[in-house]
T-cell receptor, first 113, second 116 residues
Framework: DGGITQSPKYLFRKEGQNVTLSCEQN?????MYWYRQDPGQGLRLIYY???????QKGDIAEGYSVSREKKESFPLTVTSAQKNPTAFYLC????????????FGPGTRLTVL | AQSVTQLDSHVSVSEGTPVLLRCNYS??????LFWYVQHPNKGLQLLLK??????LVKGINGFEAEFKKSETSFHLTKPSAHMSDAAEYFC??????????????FGKGTKLSVKP
């Protein structure tokens, strides 16, 4: 089955710790995206990557980092510099065209204790 | 700059009655527009998309939306609501310029409740 997987589904972190969220796709898509979702605010773009070894900041990149060493993988690290990391994180991918549908993973809910 | 406004944060309908979720957009370019649905603690699923072909777009699960350029609207409708339609719905416009190609601008969402 083709699709996007995110792991873990739920993640708990102590303050001051970095944590990495996994996103893998087997759709052979060039572009991948990370969004943050907070209640009543829709989705906001954190980082995106249109090709391997290249990525760009989105609207709310501060306190986050990414890498794109492989086409199918786009992990997101939430660093201790992120002041309010508790949220639902969604990964998506598509071909590079702006009219192509973005396909979303099931999400990771991160809670800072 | 592009933006999306969903006019209702919460819509409640009875099962079997029509659904209308309203969306207005702002775009300096020919936009691509999407509606996504999200069930609790799940990812987003595409309902339908408009990409400058037919202005009336049919999607999955009986939903459709009409692109009205003069009104800058892209409202989502369904003739008869089912209990399984209860979810949150997002209207989305695609950014089509510069280095942001493929990036999406999301509305804040409309939560649809369906009463038996």
């Amino acid at each position: 089955d083709g699709g996007i997987t995110q792991s873990p589904k739920y993640l708990f972190r102590k303050e001051g710790q970095n944590v990495t969220l996994s996103c893998e796709q087997n759709l052979n898509h060039d572009a991948m995206y990370w969004y943050r979702q907070d209640p009543g605010q829709g989705l906001r773009l954190i980082y995106y990557s249109q090709i391997v070894n290249d990525f760009q900041k989105g609207d709310i990149a501060e306190g986050y980092s990414v890498s794109r060493e492989k086409k199918e993988s786009f992990p997101l690290t939430v660093t201790s510099a992120q002041k309010n990391p508790t949220a639902f994180y969604l990964c998506a991918s598509n071909k590079r065209s702006s009219t192509d549908t973005q396909y979303f993973g099931p999400g990771t809910r991160l809670t800072v204790l | 700059a592009q933006s999306v406004t969903q006019l209702d944060s919460h819509v409640s309908v009875s099962e079997g009655t029509p659904v209308l979720l309203r969306c207005n957009y702002s775009s300096s370019y020919s936009p691509s527009l999407f509606w996504y649905v999200q069930h609790p603690n799940k990812g987003l699923q595409l309902l339908l998309k408009y990409t400058s072909a037919a202005t009336l777009v049919k999607g999955i699960n009986g939903f459709e939306a009409e692109f009205k350029k003069s009104e800058t609207s892209f409202h989502l409708t369904k003739p008869s609501a089912h209990m399984s339609d209860a979810a949150e719905y997002f209207c989305v416009v695609s950014q089509n310029y510069g280095g942001s190609q493929g990036n999406l601008i999301f509305g804040k969402g409309t939560k649809l409740s369906v009463k038996p």
